[in-house]
Nanobody, 124 residues
Framework: QVQLVESGGGLVQVGGSLRLSCAAS????????AGWFRQAPGKEREFVAT????????YYADHAKGRFTISRDNAKNTVYLQMTNRKPEDTAVYSC?????????????????WGQGTQVTVSP
């Protein structure tokens, strides 16, 4: 079992920046691919970014490219999502996830463990 706890959410103005953290416990975090997903009210969960276990190869959804950066510190068992140039449509609950796989994935079904999520609200 892997437990994931997100933090860092809150209210940010349009154009502002925010960094989310996801702390993992329970198993060796470096054995897991990590990903960030988000879900806005009334919408389905959507992929944001993913990062591989050791090398740290990354892959982003189109809406995140150029604005968001995913990174991880395996020594701290933590994955981060740095978000810049926020837009109102970025308002959502952001969740991190971990997967027992080698290659990163944009499919939520590929992930085995999920955090509870943290609310991010972008105000005009």
């Amino acid at each position: 079992q892997v437990q994931l706890v997100e933090s860092g959410g809150g209210l940010v103005q349009v154009g502002g920046s925010l960094r989310l953290s996801c702390a993992a416990s329970g198993r060796t975090f470096s054995n897991y691919v990590a990903g960030w997903f988000r879900q806005a009210p009334g919408k389905e969960r959507e992929f944001v970014a993913t990062i591989t276990r050791i090398v740290g190869n990354t892959y982003y959804a189109d809406h995140a490219k150029g604005r968001f950066t995913i990174s991880r510190d395996n020594a701290k068992n933590t994955v981060y999502l740095q978000m810049t140039n926020r837009k109102p449509e970025d308002t959502a609950v952001y969740s991190c996830a971990a997967a027992r796989r080698i290659v990163g994935s944009s499919r939520s079904d590929d992930y085995d463990y999920w955090g509870q999520g943290t609310q991010v609200t972008v105000s005009p």
